[in-house]
């Protein structure tokens, strides 16, 4: 089954005090457990597609209900940046959005059909929101769904058991395992 590992919204403002998204954390453990994955599925013939939240600074593609001063991950700023630990390679896809699903106004699915693609492997942060939001777009085009548990962040650890939990229960033959099991599963 052809696999495709989307790393999603790893970016510089949820570590940054100053920014409302701040969640406290240096994200060390994350960013070693992605880079691991990473390697690893560069090393398998996994293709790594790399994810961006970012929104432009004039406000236009804001959602309709959020604030109009909205100034995180704005387009040019470092907070809407790739946390500087994970470097994708030129001949990987780097995605930017601006909604929860990495499906929602990108190329994601033609890509991925372009690519043969069958399964999703998915990390990244906030578990509970854009993660589990394209897991779900993802299992509703018909693509298997494994979640890298300690390669994914929230604002706490009760709130991404409920979320692994949620997804396992709701979708049919999905998974949600470490960094290490998925290496072994190969």
């Known amino acids: 089954m052809p696999k495709a590992l989307l790393v999603i919204d790893v970016q510089e403002e949820w570590r ?3 920014s409302p998204l701040y969640l406290g954390d240096d994200f060390k453990d994350l960013v070693m457990n992605i880079n691991d994955l990473v390697l690893f599925s560069r090393q398998h013939s996994i293709p790594v597609i ?4 970012v929104l432009k ?13 909205v100034s995180y991950m704005v387009e040019g700023t470092k907070g809407a940046e790739l946390m500087s630990e994970l470097r994708p390679l030129t001949s990987e896809v780097v995605l930017q959005k601006n909604k929860f699903s990495c499906f929602l106004g990108t190329n994601l699915e033609e890509l ?8 999703l492997i998915l990390c990244g ?6 993660v589990r939001t394209t897991a779900f777009d ?8 494994t979640i890298i ?24 033959n999905s998974e ?11």
């Open 176 to 186: 949600c395992v470490s960094v290490a099991d998925f290496k072994k599963s190969g």
């Open 50 to 53: 790399w994810v961006k939240h």
């Open 57 to 69: 600074a004039d406000g236009s593609d804001r959602e309709r209900f959020q604030p109009e001063d």
């Open 138 to 145: 993802g299992y509703q085009r018909s693509y298997k769904i």
């Open 16 to 18: 940054d005090p100053n």
């Open 125 to 130: 942060i906030m578990t509970n929101t854009c």
């Open 112 to 119: 991925l059909k372009k690519m043969h693609i069958d399964e």
């Open 149 to 172: 548990r300690d390669a994914c962040a929230s604002d706490s650890k009760e709130t991404d058991e409920f979320t692994f939990k949620d997804i396992q229960n709701l979708m049919f």
